[in-house]
């Protein structure tokens, strides 16, 4: 596949620093969720519903979590098959195991979810699945949802608009979960987002990378059908409880659902998310499998950290390469020149 290269001469800026005795730190990769490494449209309510804090009998929400880690698993095989879902951006699954494979080289310290949708269950749930797949805990370490709470500067700044700052991302990663060193330079971290968000976008330079919107609405009927048989678990009387709440949170009044009709328990649950979820995908229509432009530019920003080496950039030594090899280029030429 042909990246875009990365002009690496000596001397020459890149952005906003110049590369010529330039350091290479560990590096932060920042993503955005909703459009960028998922479209999460189709798949809330069941989110909403296995990860649910109101107060319930405590062999239900055993059940319940017992529910949601089959639910991921059943959900990431699917992701990982010829069929996906298509929640997850294709390729992105590779994209989180290059970093983890970087982040165990000393290259990548660590990924970061830094979204807008208020859901942090949400939020939880694609770092779950990623870090199933890669098969480690210790990737993504923070996940930041609108109503975090060094995100006041942010939401109080502008109120009710969506702005992502690098002085509050810069905070987070010092104070939060990450601990980075409070000199991290904007130049040690690599943004992704299908929004422009103007500050980080001065403040990153060329590591701001805006990908196209990510928009594929995964068949409600698919999931149905994986929630059924991740919940089998969860006995008779517990699952009407669990009914009775759904329909108290999500049940709208004007949906034509007979909650007292002789359908079962998981059946009314699943019209409910139906009705309240129009416009996915058909059962048969897939995501497709080629790798996109946002996909490309996240390859792009893994290549240039890939190059790095033994803290230095390694077109410093291939440059030294390569000049010898002209100057024992240029020395055979003159010595056949002489012998001519």
């Not at 060193?181 to 040690?188: G, I, N, S």
Request: glycine share 4%; charged share 30%.
């Amino acid at each position: 596949m042909k990246i875009r290269s990365v002009q690496l001469n000596l001397g020459q800026k890149l952005g906003h620093y110049k590369l010529k005795n330039k350091i290479i730190g560990m590096s932060y990769f920042i993503f955005d969720m909703d459009e960028t490494l998922a479209e999460l449209y189709s798949v809330y309510y069941f989110i909403a519903t296995l990860k649910n804090d109101e107060e319930m009998p405590e062999s239900l929400k055993k059940s319940l979590d017992d529910s949601y880690k089959i639910f991921v698993e059943k959900v990431l095989n699917k992701e990982k098959s010829n069929e996906p879902l298509g929640i997850l951006r294709p390729g992105i699954l590779e994209i989180m195991k290059q970093l983890s494979n970087l982040q165990k080289q000393g290259k990548v310290k660590n990924v970061v979810i830094y979204s807008n949708n208020g859901h942090l269950e949400s939020l939880y749930f694609i770092r779950d699945l990623i870090h199933l797949y890669v098969k480690s805990n210790n990737l993504i370490k923070e996940c930041i949802h609108w109503d975090h709470p060094m995100r006041k500067e942010e939401i109080n700044g502008r109120p009710g608009a969506a702005n992502k700052t690098w002085n509050v991302l810069k905070n987070i990663l010092v104070k939060g979960n990450c601990v980075a060193d409070p000199d991290l330079k904007a130049e040690d971290v690599y943004f992704f987002d299908d929004l422009d968000h103007t500050d980080l976008k001065r403040n990153l330079g060329i590591n701001y990378y805006q990908v196209p919107g990510y928009n594929f609405k995964a068949s409600i009927n698919r999931l149905s059908q994986i929630f059924r048989e991740s919940t089998e678990n969860i006995n008779k009387n517990d699952m009407e409880i669990l009914k009775n709440n759904v329909i108290k949170r999500f049940a709208k009044k004007n949906n034509d659902i007979n909650t007292n009709s002789v359908n079962s328990a998981i059946e009314i649950i699943l019209n409910i998310f139906k009705n309240n979820t129009k416009g996915t995908m058909g059962d048969n229509v897939y995501p497709p499998l080629s790798l996109d432009e946002g996909i490309k530019m996240m390859l792009q920003a893994i290549d240039r950290i890939s190059s790095f080496k033994g803290g230095k950039r390694n077109y410093r030594l291939t440059k030294k390469k390569r000049t010898k090899k002209s100057r024992i280029k240029m020395h055979m030429r003159k010595s056949q020149m002489r012998k001519n």
